[in-house]
């Protein structure tokens, strides 16, 4: 089973920049999403991505903020985090799906990674 593995996790200010990675061998899916859950509340959609183009799609509270990439020439996909908050502390996953279809559901995404850790001091 292909499973994606992240990265990049970390320990940051408020205000500070991360960026997380999300390596998938083989270009597995066709479509990609960055999930967050913070103790306590409800997985959540960040940011979606699909290998065949169209305009990522964002949740509300990051829009304008984070901003998701494929690398180019690689298998990776990229979670460029901006002007964090103490409230995007969570754990960060990414999953993957066949579909090229973007998706906020977390439900249709059936390859899970591990997921890492972000936190954000005030």
């Known amino acids: 089973q292909v499973q994606p593995v992240e990265s990049g996790g970390g320990l940051v200010q408020a205000g500070d920049s991360l960026r997380l990675s999300c390596a998938v061998s083989?270009?597995?899916?066709?479509?990609l999403g960055w999930f967050r859950q913070a103790p306590g509340k409800e997985r959540e959609l960040v940011a979606a991505i699909s290998w065949a183009g169209g305009s990522p799609i964002y949740g509300d509270s990051v829009r304008g903020r984070f901003t998701i990439s494929i690398e180019e020439n690689s298998d990776t996909v990229s979670l460029q985090m901006n002007s964090l908050k103490p409230e995007d502390t969570a754990v960060y996953y990414c999953?993957?799906?066949?579909?090229?279809?973007?998706?906020?559901?977390?439900?249709?995404?059936?390859?899970w990674g591990q997921g890492t850790q972000v936190t954000v001091s005030s």
């Open positions: 083989g270009r597995a899916f066709g479509s």
């Open positions: 999953a993957g799906r066949s579909a090229t279809v973007m998706t906020r559901s977390r439900s249709q995404y059936r390859h």
